[in-house]
């Protein structure tokens, strides 16, 4: 029973991570993978892009595109996995799996934006 | 998907479907690399993250991470990335007119305004993005 109360949630979260990643993921891989390492623009100063990313409002925004953008691939990619590969007898697996990797995810990234936001303002 | 009750015990005749029936057809494996483009979604975040804590962690872990982004085989992990979110995005915008539907008074909102607005508003996102980091 739990699991059928739950699974619009879900949606709601892949939906809210699909709009989220199709927005803001394009331009940031853009510039952080390919852009600024291959030197295509002139690399940032690393305080200066700590000033942009550490300030909060930036650090929110981020964190939120990459939980539900997480929720979204979570989603996804367990529908892959049991519709697309024909796993279904592991779902229960599948699903704990996928789940604990979002909560790490979104864990890491919390993580990693708080240690953004006090090294800005340290 | 859930049976109807009783139907476990009469399950009938379930034609068998291949593990690689979304190679059979154009449309099932488009489809198929739609669902694929979640795995470089999720890769987006981590390297975002590992970036983010590069970033946090000074001049030195900065630069380290940067020369390994530009190294030849992330830098193709990262190029194939790229396209797929890219494929994410227009196939997500284009799906938009089919669960927004806009009604002026009684007239239903051409579908092609609906995802013109969404990517002039991934445009105006991205536009951002980029004026606010090459500002810096």
């Known amino acids: ?122 | 998907m859930n049976r109807p009750p009783g139907r476990m015990s009469h399950p009938g005749y379930r034609r068998p479907m291949s593990r690689w029936w979304w190679l059979g057809k154009r449309s099932y494996t488009l489809f198929a690399l739609r669902e694929v483009s979640a795995v470089f979604v999720a890769w987006s975040v981590l390297f975002l993250v590992a970036f983010v804590e590069s970033l946090a962690g000074g001049e030195a872990p900065y630069q380290a991470f940067l020369d390994w982004a530009a190294t030849p085989w992330v830098v193709a992990l990262n190029v194939l990335t790229l396209v797929f979110l890219l494929l994410h995005a227009v196939t997500w915008i284009n799906l938009t007119p089919a669960a927004v539907v806009v009604k002026v008074g009684r007239r239903r909102v051409p579908p092609r305004v609906i995802s013109g607005s969404a990517f002039a508003g991934w445009a105006a996102v991205s536009a951002l993005v980029l004026w606010l980091v090459v500002r810096v």
């Open chain 1, 1 to 122: 029973m739990a699991r059928r109360t739950v699974e619009p949630v879900l949606w709601l979260l892949f939906s809210a991570g699909g709009v989220a990643s199709a927005m803001v993921l394009p331009v940031v891989v853009f510039l952080f993978a390919l852009a600024i390492p291959l030197g295509w623009i002139p690399a940032p100063d690393g305080a200066a892009l700590l000033r942009l990313v550490g300030h909060p409002l930036t650090a929110l925004v981020l964190l939120g595109v990459c939980v539900l953008s997480l929720f979204h691939w979570a989603q996804r990619f367990r529908y892959t996995l049991s519709d697309g590969l024909k796993l279904k007898h592991h779902q229960r697996t599948i699903n704990t799996a996928v789940y604990v990797l979002t909560v790490l995810g979104s864990a890491a990234a919390g993580v990693a934006l708080w240690d953004a936001m006090t090294a800005r303002s340290g």
